[in-house]
């Protein structure tokens, strides 16, 4: 009865576990249940239930509602669809002028709206492609194709890449310095004579259309949300969704809405994108001292003034680091979109895995992820860089960079020039290195991979074995056992500790919503992979966090590594695990470990950091040691910023699971990469993507509320 | 006393929603205690007082004491919930958003605690931006700001950005900024605060100095007694909101209105506050002695001269008549006498 009162709370989880258990053990597996692989739903067999819903037909299997609930949400996903479809191809027919046949046409709205955008971006797009690449759309565009044929010239030669080297060395330079200077110069050659020049810049040439427009939508949406209390309130749950969402499941429904190609690409990278940048403006604008807007006021600032002129300089940083993020968002997604079918490194790497061809995916791996280095760091030096005072510089000074570019401009055609004589009858390698042309290193990388398969084929096949037989089968087995209800009763029970009737309200109905779709049971893979993941991650990130913060340089070191390791796009994790360990389970989840572990290590270290200084004193003249040092003072104070790393170790986890399911597993992942190529997928697509979405906001709810009452209890912040 | 420049009247503010309604009902009679158990907080309650041409007003209260909010009401940064306020005879709150920006482009000026800089432009362009706001052209903008440097003791420094300051520097700006439009009046909320005990001193001096030569209509903030004394042409001491007294320094500490204001008194060295005139007795005028002291003199300044006679001493105007007396035994009385506990 003591321990009781003295720990009220443990007892309290005690009886929600007992009670969990015996409803599991309560509830037998129906003996007709089994677990249906790949694609059941679509077949219509005798022994599936049927129930109409706003008149579409949803079949399922029926169980004992214990067990598995009914999928009273199946109409969803078809709802979805048909929604879309009618939106686009019957609502809203309009009269439209047609310019190629001179006469007006009866169309609906949206899929002319669609047709707007999809021509305006793909306008865009174009237009850079041209300038990095050269071509002749973009005059056409304006002009005709008589016009070009009548003076050839016209057309655009696009930019030798070494100038586009130059160009990004000397902004590099401009921004940080010479040693950002040699890496982004570095890394422009290796592009360029490795052979992978116009894949990059098709890439780049999608990053530079999809970053501004996605930078303009989100400052002005944050500016929006934070002038306006109603605005903010209206996009916050969308946020928080976008947020945990993976950016894998938001292709299908841009494949219905705009096709395939750059353009949907590009409008749907902007859907991923916007939500960071609107809320690292609001973040930023919120942090302005107060006395600094009521300055700006009592000069006499209009609104207007005061948003241009006073806030948005002030919250500089904070936007700039939207702008990384904006961008790194988009890079990312130039990789997944070569899904549905945008052109660049993504599309090369697409290609190249789906071959097997390992050493082909590991050039286009590198090539993303020295892109992506160089533009975060580029961003990020932005972000930093502190205004500079130009008034008592010289002409010179003060425009140098831009009389180093000219030359470099004038040198680099005249190279291209000079080339025209050297390489004759053969590619003009000072103009442009054109693919599979440049020097490729996939033979040699091919060679080790296959070495390495036959030298220890027997030991990683032996892993291999252990692992799926003796640790994941029965781990997945597991987790299909547990009744729906049971597992309700945990998530609900969960909240409700942790977080009160609210927590347990939201958690509720975010469960509910899973267990009442068609895909319980791939969510429950899902979590088991993701749950596989985590656990392993968390190990090791707290581990080799701890251990690095034991000494300040190895501490700034692995900061540097995660920071590194996080600019990567998550397709590239599954390049080298692929080649070991081919397709298997293994690999997704040995990528999901390395993926998630970024994270888990990070916020280990900077938890570990944030404890004050004072605090180390203190305990430093109490005489403890080391390690009572650690135990009594750095974690606990440190635990609620290790568990938010908890929950990015979760919703990264998440995210490599779905993407994992490329290489084939059995979750919801699975599904969304089928509803891609399935004309009716959208609605799928999306209903399973907010389902993920919702497996990361239960754990995200109940370990922020948790995180926020224990720092209260703490005094920090 | 010349012309009244700000006027308050019954002005309140109440945070929290319902706040007005609340008013109302409360009939001006506003208790924060009930007010706090209906959720509203109560930041300034029935102010009522007139600052005069030149004059400057500082207004002293610990944290949380309203005195920031009162500001604020003044320069309508934070609507008055309650009461109203005049500006030269304008009617604050009637003012529409153009009128009150027209004002504050050209009336009013301010100066801040953590100084409120715009990190991204240098001294001069920070000090010009009120101008540029106001749509005066650069060149012109920068020729004055370049004036207001000069004006502030920062000449050489107009290329530096905020960062580069020090604190004493940076208020300096701040300063230099709120005068730019050469307002007719200047709020100050807690300038110097934020600044170390020595830099405090040297720019309460050089405020002094720049208020000789400017003859402002000012309202200070501050929280610290003995700065309010220094500078103060009237003191408003204000406590939960209330301005439990408003008088002159001298009068504050001869006659502390409560027992609130009688704490800060206590430990006021008053031979340095106080001048002859406030402790004379301006009823004899008889037999006097040789000594005539002046009665604008500080009583510090005097009190060895005093104190060495034995008969009364005579207290003259500026014309040489004399006004009153005083006894020697009455400098012991004033500096030494009359505390609580003979503290």
């Known amino acids: 009865m003591e321990y009781l009162k003295k720990y009220p709370k443990l007892f309290q989880w005690l009886f929600l576990l007992i009670v969990f258990f015996a409803l599991c053990f309560a509830i037998d597996v129906p003996e007709t249940y089994k677990f249906i692989r790949g694609q059941a739903e679509f077949v219509k067999d005798p022994n599936q239930s049927v129930y109409f819903f706003l008149g579409k037909e949803v079949r399922y299997y029926a169980f004992d509602v214990f067990w598995r609930l009914p999928p009273l949400l199946g109409w969803l996903p078809i709802w979805i669809n048909d929604s879309l479809f009618f939106l686009m191809n019957e609502w809203m027919p309009m009269e439209f002028w047609n310019e190629d046949t001179q006469e007006f046409k009866t169309r609906p709205l949206l899929l002319e709206i669609s047709r707007n955008l999809t021509s305006f971006m793909t306008f865009l797009i174009e237009l850079i492609r041209e300038i990095l690449l050269g071509g002749l759309e973009t005059i056409v565009a304006f002009t005709s194709w008589d016009f070009i044929d009548a003076y050839p010239w016209l057309e655009l030669p696009g930019l030798p890449w070494t100038i586009v080297a130059a160009g990004a060395a000397i902004l590099s330079y401009k921004l940080s310095g010479k040693g950002l200077a040699l890496f982004a110069g570095l890394t422009m050659i290796y592009i360029s004579i490795f052979g992978q020049w116009k894949p990059s810049m098709q890439t780049l040439s999608f990053i530079l259309v999809a970053a501004p ?378 990528a999901v470990i390395v993926y998630a572990t970024i994270p888990a290590t990070r916020y280990t270290i900077e938890g570990l950091r944030s404890v004050p200084v004072g605090l180390h004193e203190a305990a430093t003249m109490s005489g403890v040691n080391k390690f009572q040092r650690l135990t009594k003072i750095e974690f606990p104070l440190a635990f609620p910023h290790m568990m938010l790393g908890l929950n990015q170790t979760i919703v990264f986890a998440l995210f490599m699971v779905i993407i994992g399911a490329f290489i084939g597993t059995e979750d919801l992942g699975q599904y969304i990469l089928k509803a891609l190529s399935d004309k009716n997928g959208a609605g799928i697509g999306l209903t399973l993507g907010i389902c993920v979405a919702f497996i990361g906001l239960i754990f995200d709810n109940l370990i922020r509320t948790w995180v926020g009452k224990r720092k209260k209890h703490l005094g920090i912040d | ?196 005990p020595l830099i405090r001193k040297e720019m309460q001096d050089e405020f002094l100095r720049l208020q000789e030569k400017l003859q402002k209509t000012i309202m200070f903030i501050t929280h610290d007694f003995d700065e309010a004394l220094k500078l103060a042409d009237r003191i408003a001491i204000m406590k939960d909101g209330i301005i439990e007294q408003l008088d002159t320094p001298a009068n504050i500490v001869l006659n502390p209105a409560t027992e609130y204001v009688r704490k800060f008194t206590e430990e006021v060295p008053r031979e340095k506050v106080l001048i002859i005139e406030d402790v004379m007795d301006a009823s004899s005028k008889d037999n006097l002695g040789d000594l005539k002291v002046s009665k604008d003199e500080i009583i510090e300044n005097v009190a060895e001269k005093i104190l060495t006679q034995e008969k009364l001493v005579g207290v003259v105007d500026s014309n040489n008549n004399i006004v009153g007396s005083i006894k020697p035994s009455k400098i012991i009385d004033t500096v030494f006498g009359g505390r609580k506990n003979g503290s």
């Not at chain 1, 109603?230 to 976008?242: G, Q």
């Not at chain 1, 009858?425 to 440049?438: A, D, M, Q, R, V």
């Open chain 1, 213 to 590: 427009l996605s930078f303009i939508f989100g400052l002005g949406l944050g500016i929006a949300a934070y002038k306006s209390k109603r605005v903010e309130k209206a996009l916050y749950p969308i946020l928080l969704v976008m947020q945990t969402m993976p950016q894998y499941a938001v292709l299908v429904p841009a494949l219905v809405l705009f096709g395939v190609g750059d353009h949907a690409a590009v409008i749907i990278t902007m859907v991923v994108a916007v939500p960071p940048m609107i809320l690292l403006t609001i973040l930023g604008l919120r942090a302005i001292p107060p006395e600094v807007i009521e300055a700006g006021r009592m000069s006499g600032c209009t609104n207007w003034q005061l948003m241009f002129k006073v806030l948005i300089p002030t919250a500089r940083r904070d936007i700039l680091i939207g702008v990384n993020q904006v961008i790194m968002v988009c890079f990312s997604m130039a990789v997944i979109s070569a899904f549905i079918g945008a052109k660049g490194l993504g599309f090369n790497l697409l290609l190249a895995l789906n071959q097997l061809n390992i050493g082909l995916a590991l050039e286009a791996g590198l090539c993303i992820s020295l892109i992506a280095i160089l533009l975060d760091k580029m961003s990020l030096a932005w972000a930093n860089k502190q205004t500079d005072y130009f008034g008592n510089l010289t002409f010179f000074q003060r425009n140098k960079n831009v009389i180093f570019f000219s030359a470099s401009f004038v040198i680099g055609i005249i190279l291209a020039y000079v080339g025209t004589f050297i390489f004759k009858g053969s590619f003009n390698y000072l103009f442009e290195i054109p693919h599979n042309k440049g020097i490729s290193t996939a033979d040699f990388w091919n060679k080790g991979v296959d070495w390495i398969f036959d030298t220890f084929f027997v030991y990683i096949k032996a892993f291999n074995t252990w692992l799926i037989q003796d640790v994941l089968q029965p781990m997945r087995a597991l987790y299909l056992r547990m009744p729906a209800v049971a597992t309700l009763v945990l998530a609900v029970g969960a909240g409700y500790l942790i977080g009160g009737f609210r927590s347990a309200l939201v958690v509720a109905a975010l469960t509910l919503f899973i267990a009442l779709s068609p895909w319980w049971d791939r969510a429950l893979v899902t979590l088991y992979m993701a749950t596989f993941g985590v656990v392993i991650s968390c190990l090791i990130g707290f581990t080799v966090g701890t251990l690095c913060f034991q000494n300040k340089k190895s501490a700034a070191f692995m900061l540097g590594v995660c920071d590194i390791f996080q600019t990567f796009p998550s397709f590239v994790y599954l390049i080298p695990v692929m080649m070991l360990f081919g397709i298997t389970d293994t690999s997704v989840l040995i």
């Open chain 2, 1 to 196: 006393m010349s012309e009244t420049v700000i006027k308050c009247e019954s002005v309140y503010k109440i945070f929290g929603e319902n706040s007005k309604k609340m008013l109302e009902e409360s009939n001006g009679n506003v208790d924060a205690k009930t007010f706090q158990e209906r959720g509203c907080i109560v930041g300034v309650n029935n102010a009522s007082f007139e600052v005069a041409k030149g004059e400057m007003l500082v207004v002293m209260g610990l944290s949380g004491s309203g005195k920031s909010t009162l500001l604020r009401c003044i320069s309508r940064l934070t609507d008055a919930t309650g009461g109203k306020i005049f500006i030269e005879g304008q009617d604050l709150l009637e003012l529409n958003n153009k009128e009150l920006i027209e004002l504050r482009r050209n009336k009013m000026g301010m100066v801040f605690q953590s100084f409120a800089l715009l990190p991204h432009k240098t001294v001069v362009e920070n000090i010009a931006f009120p101008l540029q706001i106001k749509g005066t052209n650069t060149e012109e903008s920068i020729s004055r700001a370049m004036e207001m440097v000069k004006l502030v003791g920062l000449d050489g420094r107009e290329n530096y950005f905020p960062r580069e300051l020090s604190g004493g520097q940076q208020q300096r700006v701040g300063i230099a900024r709120s005068l730019a439009v050469e307002p007719d009046i200047w709020f100050l909320d807690e300038p110097f605060s934020a600044l170390d």
